[in-house]
């Protein structure tokens, strides 16, 4: 039972454009969503995250949207650059102070030049 | 935040012999994890590895295959025991705190078994 599913495998954009990861999820009991990217051969760098009370966050270019209704969350990158091009996970926290994620199965981004 | 350095990077193992993986962390953190990464998949959660007690260990994963040692609040290792082909992965450490601050992982460790 997937409880994060990032449903698109790959994404490409061009540089200086917008680029939208999207994420759903089906448990209503998650506390926090997070945005990570990894690049080959690293671990998951932390992004940005989103309080499940809030419906928007901002840092620089990234800016994460919750819609708790749809129980639906997506990134936007802007202006994308090429440098981002890497695979973006999704991540969920349970309610319960465990500490632990849950994951998507992660979006690859190429930004072309 | 904090640095994480896991060794070994990689190794190839032949079956039915035995890795320990460690992770060592700059500062003092609440709660670290292992995490495991099968090719082309998401990161699927092993276990919290508690300090000074048994790892809590998710749906899936034992003991006897995973053994998880944490003896100070700057350390753990994970044990991938009795290998076969299918614990090929890249297994990762991460360290977090409670209350919805984000977990910092380590690299990895990319381990293959012939």
């Known amino acids: 039972d997937q409880q994060v599913k990032q449903n698109s495998p790959s994404l490409s954009v061009q540089e200086g454009r917008i680029s939208i990861l999207n994420c759903d999820y089906t448990n209503s009991m998650f506390d926090y969503f997070l945005w990570y990217k990894k690049y080959p051969a690293e671990g998951p760098t932390f992004l940005i995250s989103?309080?499940?009370?809030?419906d928007k966050n901002e840092d620089g270019r990234f800016t994460v949207f919750l819609n708790k209704s749809a129980k639906h969350l997506s990134l936007h990158i802007v202006p994308s650059q090429p440098g981002d091009s890497a695979v973006y996970f999704c991540a969920a926290s349970p309610s319960g102070n465990t500490g632990k994620l849950i994951f998507g199965q992660g979006t690859t981004l190429q930004v072309k030049p | 935040s904090a640095v994480i350095s896991q060794k070994p990077s990689r190794d190839i193992c032949q079956r039915g012999t035995s890795l320990t993986i460690q992770c060592q962390v700059d500062s003092q953190v609440t709660m670290m994890f292992w995490y495991r990464q099968q090719p082309g998949q998401s990161l699927t959660l092993i276990a919290t590895a508690n300090q000074g007690s048994e790892a809590t260990y998710e749906s899936g994963f034992v003991i006897d295959k995973f053994p998880i040692s944490r003896p100070n609040l700057t350390f753990s290792t994970l044990t991938v025991s009795n290998m076969s082909p299918e614990d090929s992965s890249i297994y990762l450490c991460?360290?977090?705190?409670?209350?919805?601050?984000?977990?910092?992982f380590g690299d990895g460790t990319r381990l293959s078994i012939l």
């Open positions: 989103i309080s499940s009370i809030k």
């Open positions: 991460s360290v977090g705190h409670v209350g919805g601050q984000p977990q910092h």
